[in-house]
């Protein structure tokens, strides 16, 4: 029972540099999300969907993007990267509202 | 959007004891709450949760109390043992126009000491 599987678990890029986060969850849930922790901080999201083809901004999406061609995947991109998207990304996913989410082990980011 | 908040940002117990963790919330009509663990390097792992039409529940070693007139919630761990050390972060769904997504507040480090 995979869950929330995150890749990769660690990225240094640099400025200017694009990459992909891949997230994939096998419980068929239909809600997933984007979250970024800064040190010593809770979660902000970046991004969700509430199901395949439909995606939304969360509270900082400003230097990212995403897609959700299936209800297993939802990639998040940055295009170019800057040195404030330093962070770990979680990604998550529930089967509804009032179900717990369910979390990844995060993707380290480091932007120099 | 509102707040969800922490008390105390550390929590330091001898091991055998009880923890209790605290979570103070603003928004009235909050019906669901969610606790989290959080191991250095992991994700937040799901521990418990309560809806706002009950006053306690709980689970194995934990149990989280809510009150609803003060808008405070608590997790009470039993038997603190070494493995419970990790950050606990109290979340709330926010509402349909963020897809129900968390709301966390920013989390108590509970260091447990033999």
Redesign the interface.
């Known amino acids: 029972n995979a869950g929330?599987t995150q890749t990769p678990k660690f990225r240094i890029l640099k400025i200017g540099q694009s990459m992909t986060l891949q997230c994939a969850q096998d419980m068929n849930h239909n809600?997933m999300?984007w979250?970024r922790q800064d040190p010593?901080?809770?979660?902000k999201?970046i991004y969700?969907?509430?199901g395949a083809g439909i995606t939304?901004k969360?509270?900082v999406p400003n230097g990212y993007n995403v897609s959700r061609s299936t209800t297993e995947d939802f990639p998040l991109r940055l295009e170019l990267a800057a040195p404030s998207q330093t962070s770990v990304y979680?990604c998550?996913s529930?089967y509804s509202?009032?179900q717990?989410?369910?979390?990844?082990?995060?993707t380290r980011l480091s932007i120099l | 959007g509102e707040s969800v908040g922490l008390h105390l940002p550390t929590l330091s117990v001898q091991e055998g004891d009880n923890s209790i963790i605290n979570c103070a919330y603003s928004n009235s009509a909050s019906d669901y709450f969610i606790w989290y663990k959080q191991e250095s390097g992991k994700g937040p792992q799901f521990i418990i949760d309560i809806r706002s039409n009950m006053d306690k529940r709980q689970g194995q070693r934990v149990t989280v109390l809510l009150n609803k007139t003060v808008k405070h919630l608590s997790l009470q761990i039993a038997a603190t043992q070494p493995g419970d050390s990790a950050v606990y972060f109290c979340a709330e769904p926010l509402n349909s126009n963020s897809g129900y997504a968390l709301n966390f507040g920013k989390g108590t480090s509970l260091l447990v000491t033999p």
Do not use: N
Request: aromatic letters at 26%; a negative charge; glycine letters at 18%.
């Open positions: 929330v809600y999300y979250y010593g901080m809770g979660l999201l969700y969907s509430v939304d969360g509270e979680f998550a529930s509202p009032y717990p989410q369910h979390f990844g082990d995060g």
